[in-house]
């Protein structure tokens, strides 16, 4: 099995200035809806739904603790408010081919004892197939909060759509 992740502070900085500009204070709606919709799984009940709902994320943040910033984006990144929808959405699958160019990802091999850790808030991760009969999976998960959601961090208002 192995595993991948791309690092999204190095694709925002190798993105040209003038979309770097046109990025700034966009927002995205997050759910893991969208990700799930576009493989095809869609039976949700109403109850899940509201269960989880969609939050709104920008779509380029600054990692307070050095300042640099990244793409804040993955396959739940639906629709960008304030962009028609097939806009939006090619804006989004364009920025994620962009982040998940061979020089922006890691790949990890698994060996005994391997430990990998990422930050959530500048990558985007991927497990892939391994064969479960022959291997255990074991993942455990520590998840730390953020202090405020990444709209409120950057100064970003959010208007409803």
């Not at 994320?57 to 304030?82: C, N």
């Not at 430990?115 to 064969?131: I, K, S």
Request: glycine content about 6%.
């Amino acid at each position: 099995m192995c595993f991948a992740r791309a690092q999204r502070r190095a694709a925002y900085d190798a993105l040209p200035e003038d979309t770097k500009r046109r990025l700034d204070g966009l927002v995205a709606e997050h759910s893991i809806f969208n990700s799930r919709d576009r493989l095809g799984y869609t039976n949700f009940s109403d109850e899940e739904r509201r269960e989880l709902p969609p939050v709104p994320q920008v779509v380029v943040r600054t990692i307070p603790e050095s300042g640099r910033k990244s793409l804040y984006l993955a396959s739940h990144a639906g629709r960008i408010f304030g962009l028609p929808e097939g806009e939006g959405r090619a804006l989004v699958d364009e920025l994620i081919a962009h982040a998940t160019q061979r020089q922006f990802v890691y790949t990890h091999r698994w060996r005994l004892h391997d430990l990998v850790m990422w930050d959530n808030r500048c990558t985007m991760h991927r497990g892939t197939e391994f064969d479960d009969l022959r291997w255990k999976r074991d993942v455990q998960r520590a998840t730390v909060c953020d202090v405020a959601n990444s709209c409120e961090q950057e100064g970003v208002a959010i208007v409803a759509a």
